[in-house]
């Protein structure tokens, strides 16, 4: 069983590597195919899609990346659902406005037959120069990604 586990481990993070080459090469239906048809895909502004609407942002030209960087820190496996713990830096284009990223981020995956698909993903700013809870500017008051 543990060599089940680790070899689904790396699977989930190969696909984690997957899933942002895809986007960061504008290859949205590459993306498409590593998600599930119920993705809720959150953005740091609080703001949610599912596959279509961000798919079709991002074929608009909403989203435009430039550099993701995805350190995980942890990835736990029950059953047949994988969470992804870590860290995403971004520098995109969100809406025509330079936009840069330091989120901690929360991605899940689940099995579908004998392959994973992203399901859910969360990511959290962390606090700019003005502490939780002061009045001012924060990742979190920016735009969305």
């Known amino acids: 069983m543990p060599e089940q586990h680790s070899s689904d481990e790396q699977d989930i993070l190969s696909l984690e590597d ?6 960061l090469r504008a290859d949205f239906e590459a993306f498409a195919d590593l998600c599930h048809e119920d993705l809720v895909y959150a953005h740091s502004n609080g703001d949610r899609d599912d596959l279509d609407s961000y798919m ?3 074929r608009q030209g909403v989203y435009v990346y430039h550099r993701i960087s995805h350190p995980v820190e942890q990835v736990k496996i029950i059953g047949d659902v994988a969470l992804v ?13 330079h ?11 689940v099995r579908s037959g004998s392959s994973w698909k992203l399901l859910a993903y969360q990511p959290t700013p962390r606090p ?3 502490a939780l809870g002061q009045k001012g500017k ?4 920016g735009s969305a990604a």
């Open 99 to 109: 936009t840069s990223l330091d989120n901690t981020a929360l991605a899940v995956w």
């Open 138 to 141: 924060t990742a979190s008051s």
């Open 18 to 23: 997957s899933r942002y080459e895809a986007v």
């Open 56 to 58: 079709e942002k991002c």
């Open 85 to 97: 713990m870590g860290e995403m830096q971004a520098d995109l284009t969100i809406r025509g406005t």
């Open 128 to 130: 700019g120069p003005v």
